[in-house]
C-alpha cells in the first residue's frame, strides 16, 4: 500500500463522529487572490466543511443582454480555512465527499482574450479578437443534465452533470498573493475535473494552516476550457481535511481507488507535462517501490 494512502488510512480510521464546519460564501467575503489573509474559519484535521462557492462570474450572467462590464475580476474564491496543526513541509489532504449544483442554470461565456483560438498577450494576432457571448445552461436535478441551447441555430443536447472546482488551492509560498485566474504548484485554477466527488486532493502546505480555497465551481467540462469556460455555477460543497505530518510534496497530487495522478501547471506546455511526468515517477518510486526507469517505462503502455 502506498504510504500516503496508508498515512490516510490511519487518520481517517478514528472511529469518532467529525465535527463539522459551515461557511456561506458570499460577495461580500470572497477573495480574488492565493495568499495570507486572515481565515473565514478555522478547521481541525478530521473536520468535515460545509460550504458554498459562487460562479466564475460573481453572478451577473443571469439572462440573454447581460454583459461581464459589471463583473469586476473573475473565479471569486471561498476562503481562506486555516487548517490547525498544517506547517510548511506538511501535505494538506482535501476528501471531497459531496458537491451540488448551488442554481438552476449555468452560464458558459466566451470573453475577450480568451479561449484557445483567440489571441492573448502572450499570443498577438491580427484579427479582430472574438466577440463576447454567452451561453446558458438549464439544470434539471432529476435527470442530472444541464441542456446546452445553441444562440445560432435550433440545436440543443443534454450534458451529464460532473460537479467539481475549477479552483482550489492553499497560500502559496514566500508571502506571494497570486490572481484566482493563475494555476501553479499550490494548485489554484487548475481546470481539473479530477477535483470531484470521489477523489482525494494532496497540497503542499506553504504557510501556517495551509489556508485552504476554493471556487469557479463547474457543472461540466470537455478536457479542459477551449473556449474559455466551462458550465459555470456556484456550488454547495462538503470536505474532509486531513493534515499528513512531515510529508512533503512539490505539486498537487488526486488519488482514488483506481489512479494516482500528478498535477503540473505552468507555461510552457512541455515544462507542465516534464513537471506532471517527473512528479508521477517520484511518487510510483517514493511509495510504491518502483525503480525510477521502470516508472518511467510504464508511461509507454
Given at each position: 500500500?502506498?504510504?500516503?494512502?496508508?498515512?490516510?488510512?490511519?487518520?481517517?480510521?478514528?472511529?469518532?463522529?467529525?465535527?463539522v464546519v459551515?461557511?456561506?460564501?458570499?460577495?461580500?467575503?470572497?477573495?480574488?487572490?492565493?495568499?495570507v489573509?486572515?481565515?473565514?474559519?478555522?478547521?481541525?484535521?478530521?473536520?468535515?466543511?460545509?460550504?458554498?462557492?459562487?460562479?466564475?462570474?460573481?453572478?451577473?450572467?443571469?439572462?440573454?443582454?447581460?454583459?461581464?462590464?459589471?463583473?469586476?475580476?473573475?473565479?471569486?474564491?471561498?476562503?481562506?480555512?486555516?487548517?490547525?496543526?498544517?506547517?510548511?513541509?506538511?501535505?494538506?489532504?482535501?476528501?471531497?465527499?459531496?458537491?451540488?449544483?448551488?442554481?438552476?442554470?449555468?452560464?458558459?461565456?466566451?470573453?475577450?482574450?480568451?479561449?484557445?483560438?483567440?489571441?492573448?498577450?502572450?499570443?498577438?494576432?491580427l484579427?479582430?479578437?472574438?466577440?463576447?457571448?454567452?451561453?446558458?445552461?438549464?439544470i434539471?436535478?432529476?435527470?442530472?443534465?444541464?441542456?446546452?441551447?445553441?444562440n445560432?441555430?435550433?440545436?440543443?443536447?443534454?450534458?451529464?452533470?460532473?460537479?467539481?472546482?475549477?479552483?482550489?488551492?492553499?497560500?502559496?509560498?514566500?508571502?506571494?498573493?497570486?490572481?484566482?485566474?493563475?494555476?501553479?504548484?499550490?494548485?489554484?485554477?487548475?481546470?481539473?475535473?479530477?477535483?470531484?466527488?470521489?477523489?482525494?486532493?494532496?497540497?503542499?502546505?506553504?504557510?501556517?494552516?495551509?489556508?485552504?480555497?476554493?471556487?469557479?465551481?463547474?457543472?461540466?467540462?470537455?478536457?479542459?476550457?477551449?473556449?474559455?469556460?466551462?458550465?459555470?455555477?456556484?456550488?454547495?460543497?462538503?470536505?474532509?481535511?486531513?493534515?499528513?505530518?512531515?510529508?512533503?510534496?512539490?505539486w498537487?497530487?488526486?488519488?482514488?481507488?483506481?489512479?494516482?495522478?500528478?498535477?503540473?501547471?505552468?507555461?510552457?506546455?512541455?515544462?507542465?507535462?516534464?513537471?506532471?511526468?517527473?512528479?508521477?515517477?517520484?511518487?510510483?518510486?517514493?511509495?510504491?517501490?518502483?525503480?525510477?526507469?521502470d516508472?518511467?517505462?510504464?508511461?509507454?503502455?
Amino acid at each position: 500500500m502506498a504510504l500516503f494512502h496508508l498515512l490516510l488510512g490511519l487518520l481517517l480510521q478514528t472511529g469518532a463522529k467529525p465535527n463539522v464546519v459551515r461557511f456561506e460564501g458570499t460577495l461580500e467575503n470572497v477573495k480574488y487572490v492565493y495568499g495570507v489573509a486572515q481565515p473565514v474559519a478555522r478547521l481541525r484535521p478530521g473536520d468535515i466543511l460545509e460550504t458554498t462557492t459562487l460562479d466564475a462570474f460573481n453572478g451577473v450572467l443571469k439572462k440573454p443582454g447581460d454583459t461581464m462590464a459589471k463583473m469586476g475580476h473573475p473565479n471569486p474564491l471561498t476562503g481562506p480555512f486555516y487548517i490547525e496543526g498544517a506547517q510548511p513541509g506538511d501535505t494538506l489532504v482535501v476528501k471531497i465527499l459531496d458537491l451540488q449544483v448551488n442554481a438552476t442554470q449555468g452560464v458558459g461565456a466566451h470573453s475577450v482574450g480568451f479561449g484557445a483560438l483567440n489571441e492573448t498577450g502572450y499570443t498577438r494576432l491580427l484579427n479582430t479578437p472574438l466577440p463576447e457571448e454567452a451561453w446558458f445552461y438549464p439544470i434539471d436535478p432529476k435527470t442530472n443534465t444541464a441542456t446546452f441551447r445553441a444562440n445560432d441555430s435550433k440545436f440543443t443536447v443534454k450534458i451529464p452533470l460532473k460537479p467539481f472546482f475549477g479552483c482550489i488551492g492553499v497560500a502559496p509560498a514566500g508571502g506571494e498573493a497570486i490572481n484566482s485566474l493563475v494555476p501553479r504548484e499550490f494548485g489554484g485554477n487548475m481546470d481539473a475535473t479530477e477535483a470531484s466527488v470521489g477523489n482525494i486532493l494532496y497540497l503542499p502546505v506553504n504557510e501556517p494552516g495551509a489556508l485552504l480555497y476554493m471556487g469557479d465551481g463547474h457543472a461540466a467540462q470537455g478536457d479542459g476550457e477551449i473556449a474559455g469556460t466551462a458550465i459555470e455555477v456556484p456550488l454547495r460543497a462538503r470536505l474532509q481535511v486531513e493534515v499528513i505530518k512531515g510529508q512533503k510534496i512539490a505539486w498537487p497530487r488526486f488519488e482514488n481507488d483506481q489512479s494516482i495522478m500528478a498535477v503540473g501547471s505552468y507555461r510552457p506546455l512541455d515544462d507542465a507535462l516534464r513537471i506532471a511526468f517527473t512528479e508521477l515517477v517520484g511518487w510510483m518510486h517514493d511509495d510504491y517501490g518502483f525503480s525510477n526507469m521502470d516508472a518511467y517505462n510504464c508511461f509507454r503502455k
